[in-house]
């Protein structure tokens, strides 16, 4: 069941996922209990699958047991489980913009995965693209640039360039030159990411996706709204098609291509895909304080202005931000 489940997580299949993860869980509960190895291995993979459906209040939870368990079951013979759990819980603190508690735990996560498994095994190549994740949600771009790039470098040499975790560090290199300005930079790294996905993901997996909706955002900050809106309107319907209303890649496919029909002064169009309703659903499943809950504030926030409605809404949205 669980291996099953696995298989059809890294598939895309999250709903189907999450039944067998779920009977994985319970038999695992009752035939050996709450703190055996593989019932924590279960709860993590729960966790993860709630974390990709952007359920990040109940993933937290799940999260929080395993780590709890094993640092008190496991000791030192179980240090990577444990640190895989920091890690889980460090980047879901992130997701929902608690960064100085998610810092704690990253930089713990690292130090000691250097420490113990070096730097080129994958487990230390995760803990240094979170943190470089991290640093770049903190503003502090240069010492982001520095861990992303490592990261980037060490996965092309170990895994390839076309490995999931070779592709999310270009992903993720091209999304730091974005915000330094580096658009053309970040346009090579977009593109190479998305066409890897498109040919070895297919062109509706939740990471093909997110990658075409990163490739629109670029070519609207270059000011290509027309090339921009084709992409950003396949990774809208890609991600109606497949994912659930309140998940984090879909709502930003909403607010990606809501912008930039407003750019193009489609501004009833683009009210139509974030309104009032996308904001509750946002707040509810992620949390008003997740980065993707205040994009959509924002992007309201801007149409409402568009349509006559004042700025003071888009004041307090930036100000959230």
Request: aromatic share 2%; proline share 2%; hydrophobic share 40%.
């Amino acid at each position: 069941m669980n291996n099953l489940g696995t298989l059809l997580h890294a598939q895309g299949k999250l709903d189907e996922a999450g039944v067998l993860y779920r009977e994985a869980l319970e038999a695992r509960r009752v035939t050996l209990g709450d703190r055996h190895p593989s019932t924590l291995s279960s709860i993590s993979n729960l966790g993860g699958l709630l974390y990709d459906q952007g359920k990040l209040d109940e993933a937290g939870g799940l999260y929080r047991e395993a780590l709890e368990a094993r640092r008190v079951t496991l000791g030192r013979s179980g240090i990577r489980g444990t640190l895989t759990s920091i890690n889980n819980l460090g980047e879901l603190l992130q997701d929902q913009g608690k960064l100085d508690e998610a810092g704690v735990l990253l930089r713990e996560a690292l130090e000691a995965r250097r420490a113990t498994i070096g730097d080129r095994h994958p487990g230390t190549l995760r803990s240094i693209n979170n943190l470089g994740l991290l640093l770049q949600d903190q503003g502090k771009l240069d010492e982001a640039g520095v861990l992303l790039r490592e990261a980037l470098e060490a996965r092309r040499a170990t895994l390839g360039d076309r490995h999931p975790g070779t592709l999310r560090s270009i992903n993720n290199l091209g999304t730091l030159l974005q915000d330094q300005g580096k658009l053309d930079e970040a346009g090579v790294l977009y593109r190479e990411a998305l066409e890897a996905r498109r040919a070895t993901l297919g062109d509706r997996h939740p990471d093909t996706l997110g990658s075409i909706h990163n490739l629109g955002r670029l070519l609207h900050d270059q000011g290509r709204l027309g090339e921009a809106e084709t992409l950003l309107l396949e990774a809208h319907d890609g991600c109606a098609a497949t994912l659930a209303e309140g998940q984090r890649t879909r709502l930003r496919s909403q607010a990606g291509l809501a912008d930039v029909r407003r750019a193009q002064g489609r501004i009833e169009s683009a009210r139509a895909l974030v309104d009032a309703r996308v904001l509750i659903t946002a707040r509810a499943a992620l949390g008003p304080t997740v980065d993707t809950t205040l994009l959509l504030e924002a992007v309201h926030a801007r149409l409402e202005c568009a349509a006559g409605g004042g700025l003071s809404p888009l004041k307090a949205a930036l100000e959230r931000m």
